[in-house]
Each structure stands twice: as C-alpha cells, then as structure tokens.
C-alpha cells in the first residue's frame, strides 16, 4: 500500500510542475509581438566579371600546356590594359589531362588537353563591347559566364537591413494600434543572412565558344537589367 501511494504521489507532482511551465510560457507569448519586415533596393550595375576559358589538345602534353599558357600571357596583357592586375585579374593552375573523344560507339584518345581559366572585373561597363571584341582576336576558348554585379553591394545590402527594420516597427506599431496596446522595448532582432551571389548579382547565363581561333571585329552587346537587393528583418518586441 506504501509503494502504491509514493508512485500516485509522484505523477501527481511531474503533472503539477509540466502544467506551471505550460503556463510560464503561453503568459510570456502574450507579452510580447513578432513581426518581420522586408527592404529593397533596386540600382544599375557597375561591374562585370568575365570567366574566360583556355584549352588546347595536342598529341604531346607540353606542346598543350606551351600554348595554353602563351595564349593565357597574351590576355593577361591585354586586361591589364582594362583593369589592376592585382585586384581584377585571378588566374587559375594550368591542368592538364588525356583527352577522349566517343566515336563508334567507343573512347578514343585523340590527345592531351591543357586548360586555364581567368576571372576579370571589369568597372568600367562602357568598355564592355571593346573588350571583347579584342578577347575575341586571341586564342581563348571561350567566356564561360558573364556575371553584373556592384561594387558596394556591402553596403547596399546594409541599408537594405535598415529599410527592413523599419518597415518591421512600422508593422509592429499598427498591429499595436489595432489591438489596442503599445509596444515595448525590443527583445530580438535578426536578419535571414541572405548574402549569396544569387541575391545580388544578375546573371546573364551567356556562354561564348571560339574553339581556340581568333574571331576578331566587334564585341557582342548586352543591357544588363537591374539589380534588386533584398533582406528580412525578424523583431521581436515587448507589449507594455
């Protein structure tokens, strides 16, 4: 009879103790309001960057690497002429690997191919259709991807946040209004992270294959669209 009324003594107080936090936490959602706020800004773009692709297949490996790497010398020195070398111009290692070709229905080795790859910023957009048309007189490969983007997007991302925080205590303030209560201190402020590539830069998704042969004459034109920086703003604020 001891044991039986120490286990019904013991459910009875793990029930009173699950039911006083149950309470704790429902009286502390009713003091306090949640409310998120978005900001955008939508600006022109004031860079480009070009990946520029260099490869060449020979029957002899250093005979493929030679020319990759004079061909990636020759457009090294005519970016430098459109940008800093230091701080626009990033090269990759040359790589260098067998080369197959599927024909009848099986591999066939056809020789070895030795490949570099070179990222550029360009600040100056007017300059956009002259410089590749000069790209287009060497011996590259191709422009892998053309990517506009903004030098301060740092900072326009920033004010993004603070357009996004106002626009959340506005929220939060006729909320306030329409429930008949006021708003306290604030208790939790964040924003969702949103800082990628996708969320500030537009992407033309342009390719451009020249299969190693100098092309010459005018550069190709593109109008690049507007770019819209966007962050959220989580609040959490106190009701008085």
Known sequence: MKKQFIYIFLI????????????????????????????????????????????????????????????VDTVIALLQKYGNEKE???????????????????????????????????????????LTGKLLETKISGIGSISFGHSKADSILREADLIAYDDALKSAKKLASRADIKIGKLLYLSNDGSASNESNQYRTGMALETFNKGYGGDGFKITPEVLEFKRTIFTEFEIK
């Open 88 to 130: 626009d111009i990033k090269t990759s290692s040359v790589s260098a690997n067998k080369d197959y070709q599927y024909v009848a229905n099986t591999n066939k080795f056809v020789g070895y191919q030795a490949q570099q790859t070179i990222d550029f910023v360009l600040h100056d957009l007017s300059k956009f259709t002259e």
């Open 12 to 71: 009875g107080l793990s029930g009173t103790i699950f039911l006083s936090s149950c309470g704790k936490i429902s009286n502390d959602n009713q003091n306090r309001i949640r409310v998120s706020g978005e900001g955008k800004i939508r600006i022109m773009p004031d860079q480009v960057t070009l990946t520029i692709n260099t490869a060449f297949t020979k029957p002899r490996m250093v005979v493929a690497v030679r020319e990759t790497q004079a061909t």
